[in-house]
């Protein structure tokens, strides 16, 4: 008498870094044949809607047929942009590289007397919006106008 194993081992192949729907497609067919469960992970070096690993591992052995988890790239972490209307420049600059964004500055004259003057006037991007790291965020700063 003779027992199957079933479908046999395999090796759970490389999908890092392929689009989701390929590697799924691959994992689904012969001779892997997985039960593929998709899961979104925030992911800083693998691009979003791309295969950042899989579980059981890349590489591992597992039945043919069974569940694997695919972790796909939902993008790095975002970050809430900080409030620095009002703030000084320098200051300005200081909150929003800490929080890994990109000042881009734009300047406005204004009255050597004016409160503004040296001051953040406007964000470009409301406080507390959920961008990428690496956003670039528009300030218009207020300056002094040179005296003719």
Known sequence: MTVSGGLGQTTVPNVQGQVATAAQQLLQTSPYNFVVTLVNEASTTI????????EPAIGAQ?????AIT???????????????EGQTEADAKTLL??????????????????VNN???ITQG???GTLVEPG??????????????
């Open 47 to 54: 691009e979003q809607g791309r295969v950042v690993r899989t």
């Open 62 to 66: 597992s039945p043919a047929g069974s």
């Open 70 to 84: 695919v972790f796909v790239s939902s993008g790095g972490n975002k970050v809430a942009v900080p409030q620095v």
């Open 97 to 114: 590289t800490n929080a890994g964004l990109i000042p881009e500055i734009k300047y406005q004259d204004v009255p050597a007397t004016d």
């Open 118 to 120: 040296g001051k953040v």
């Open 125 to 127: 991007t409301d406080s």
């Open 135 to 148: 956003f670039v965020i528009r300030l218009t700063i207020g300056r002094a106008a040179a005296t003719p």
